[in-house]
């Protein structure tokens, strides 16, 4: 089987390149890949190259696949697997290889660390490791490009299970957010915010009361009300509030909100100290801030009030990422309905990935997403219209989103494929 690949060989070294994969052996499955969402972790892998902690050593001359939000068919199941999967079964994949029994440091990963998978790729070959340790997963919802999320999805997920509450008189210390309370999301438009407002609209088991969003940004605030309306949370009992914290006193803003009282859950989804501060400045007794979003320096700091820490019993976590768990909750949230094409601005075909990849923190807007065997330029949902003047694949994909809040779909999709050139 051929397969055509962007492969990492150094730092800022990726080549799109058509080679042969060999056959699968027993405990391994060859796959199709459909579509792949471009990461940050991405850009970080393949400026850092074997610098990064998930890249072999020996890259240059056994180079790896890039690419780790995924999704697409299996083609060919290996013997050992063959009671479990089958050919044609859409999947997603966990790329946090989780070795409960393994050595100590083990940090090998598809999208870092293999040489015949990844995301950007038309076809790879599922290692063992994968399948072992259970990070194949089936997706039985509509489209591709939800699955290539799950991941992403996946983060925000394990954010709102990770945060936790205390027991008076006891030790005890109760994870998830407050049922019924009152919850805050900080810089909260941006992709990974979007999601995070939808996921938390679209919970049956835990859902706060009052959830409040804030940006500087009152264009973004403004999309994301379209997209994920007041009036649609309020039917699922959640009072939704987009709020500018811009100008003076956002804390007093926030906070009179709940009547002073506070937030019991506060998520800061950007690494700047003043937002971190308000998210800290706002936090009700025993309340609990997630520092959700990575920031780059590895002396970032921010002020926290210790009286609050030892009086108010404040306290802080950090999430990077989810687990198995979280991967197959993102994928059952798909099937049950949710749609996370608020994340998605941008797409293109496997051609436009190099680029892409080593420019993505200059590229505004939200996911890129990749449809690998496609030859199309990373074009933004925003100029679709503008290239449709003269490129009915644009002209109609225009009209698709148009009809969806100028959103992607599963429908656009379909068109897409069917549509556009092979690469």
């Not at 259970?134 to 799950?150: F, I, Q, T």
């Not at 949370?233 to 009072?239: C, D, F, L, Q, T």
């Not at 999430?319 to 949230?333: A, K």
């Not at 100029?383 to 656009?412: M, R, T």
């Amino acid at each position: 089987m051929k397969t055509k690949a962007v492969r990492l060989y150094g730092k800022k070294d990726l080549r799109l390149e058509e080679f042969d994969l060999p056959a699968i052996r027993e405990d391994e499955v060859l796959a199709k890949v459909v579509s792949d969402s471009i990461c940050m972790s991405s850009y970080k892998a393949a400026t850092q190259g074997t610098d990064h902690k998930r890249i072999p050593n020996d890259v240059a001359e056994n180079p790896i696949i890039i690419g780790h939000e995924f999704a697409g068919e299996l083609v060919e199941v290996g013997v050992k697997w063959q009671d479990k999967f089958k050919a044609g079964q859409k999947f997603s994949i966990q790329p946090a290889i989780y070795y409960a029994d393994g050595p100590v440091g083990v940090l090998s990963a598809p999208g870092y660390s293999y040489p015949h998978i990844g995301g950007d790729a038309t076809y790879v070959i599922i290692p063992k490791d994968v399948l072992e340790q259970d990070c194949l997963l089936v997706y039985d919802g509509p489209g591709y490009y939800p699955a290539s999320l799950a991941e992403p999805l996946s983060c925000v997920i394990g954010a709102m299970h990770a945060n936790y509450h205390t027991t008076p008189g006891s030790y005890k210390h109760d994870m998830e957010i407050v049922d019924g309370g009152k919850m805050a999301i900080l810089a909260g438009v941006g992709p990974m915010g979007l999601a995070a407002i939808n996921y938390v609209i679209m919970r049956e088991d835990r859902k706060p009361s009052l959830m409040v969003v804030t940006d500087i940004d009152q264009d973004r605030l403004d999309r994301a009300a379209s997209i994920y309306p007041v009036e649609w949370a309020k039917s699922k009992g959640i009072e939704l509030v987009y709020l500018n914290t811009s100008g003076d006193d956002p804390v007093a803003k926030m906070r009179g909100l709940t009547d002073d009282e506070g937030y019991n859950d506060v998520f800061v989804f950007a690494p700047v100290p003043a937002v971190i501060e308000q998210g800290d400045a706002i936090l009700a007794n025993d309340g609990c801030l997630n520092f959700f979003a990575g920031p780059s320096n590895a002396d970032f700091s921010a002020k926290m009030n210790f009286y609050n820490v030892h009086y108010a019993s404040t306290h802080i976590v950090g999430t990077s990422g989810g687990n198995n768990d979280d991967m197959v909750e993102s994928l059952e949230m798909f099937e049950k309905g949710l749609d996370p094409a608020g994340l998605v601005t941008h797409i293109g075909g496997l051609n436009a990935v190099i680029d892409t990849t080593l420019n993505l923190p200059a590229i505004p807007g939200g996911k890129k997403l990749i449809y690998t065997h496609k030859s199309i330029p990373l074009t933004a949902i925003s100029e679709f219209e503008e290239k449709g003047k003269s490129d009915p694949l644009f002209a109609e994909l225009h009209q698709i989103c148009k009809k969806n809040n100028d959103l992607w779909s599963v429908e656009a999709e379909q068109y897409l494929l069917a549509h556009a050139e092979d690469i």
